[in-house]
């Protein structure tokens, strides 16, 4: 079975600070990684998905995550974070295994920027 | 196009009656997911249908809820028998077939059981 946890339910940040969502996934084979997006009244958005290659994966608006094996993590970081990135924020990891390729979530990150 | 369509936005049912949740898949996607959004469980999955087949409804209570994909343009959650506990957003998305193909969600139908 796969799970993800994300540590952090809240995390609060000035505009313009850098940004570190932490995510670390559960899961015996190699799983496919996924960031997740929720702005308020709206639905949830992919902005970024890692499979294999380079384990810094690039997405939308300035986002990049890092894949790091050995410690089971897929952490989103942001280099400078604008207050339009208030939202909540999801990892998930997928395992296609038997033709299944469900999504299976972690609890989610409330982003706040501070103006 | 539309994205995925969910209908309605909005359901408010009393105690024991029954719920009918409804989805449209974007055209030409062969999967499509459930999930349900609480605070205190966050995204729970639900079910899965792949070309209209159901692959997996280990999310899916035993009691109460079923789904179906009679053609491949839509999709429907019922919930019999409404619980208080069943008050939650219900997410639909549908994909391209493969394993690390993105999902696109609707905006959800909040059931709020009185």
């Known amino acids: 079975a796969q799970s993800v946890t994300q540590p952090d339910a809240r995390v609060t940040v000035s505009e313009g600070a850098s940004l570190q969502l932490r995510c670390k996934y559960s899961?015996?084979?190699?799983?496919?990684l996924f960031w997740y997006v929720q702005y308020p009244r709206q639905g949830l958005q992919l902005l970024l998905k890692?499979?294999?290659?380079?384990?810094v994966v690039q997405g939308v608006n300035g986002f990049e995550a890092e894949f790091i094996k050995s410690n089971s993590s897929f952490h989103l970081r942001k280099a400078s974070v604008h207050w339009s990135d208030s939202a909540v924020y999801f990892c998930?990891?997928?395992?296609?295994?038997?033709?299944?390729?469900?999504?299976?979530f972690g609890q989610g990150t409330v982003l706040s920027v501070i103006p | 196009n539309a994205g995925v369509i969910q209908t309605p936005r909005h359901k408010v049912t009393g105690k024991g009656q029954e719920a009918t949740l409804w989805c449209e898949p974007i055209s030409g996607h062969s999967a499509v997911f459930w999930y349900r959004q609480t605070i205190v469980q966050g995204l729970e999955f639900l079910t899965y249908?792949?070309?209209?087949?159901?692959?997996?409804d280990s999310g899916m209570p035993k009691e109460r809820f079923s789904a179906q994909m009679p053609n491949q343009s839509h999709s429907t959650l019922k919930i019999q028998s409404t619980q208080p506990q069943d008050s939650a957003v219900y997410l639909c998305?549908?994909?391209?077939?493969?394993?690390?193909?993105?999902?696109?969600f609707g905006h959800g139908t909040k059931l709020s059981v009185l």
């Open positions: 890692y499979y294999s290659g380079d384990p």
């Open positions: 998305a549908s994909s391209l077939e493969g394993s690390n193909e993105r999902l696109f």
């Open positions: 998930a990891v997928s395992a296609f295994s038997g033709g299944n390729n469900k999504l299976t």
């Open positions: 899961y015996s084979g190699t799983p496919y």
């Open positions: 249908f792949r070309n209209q087949a159901p692959i997996d």
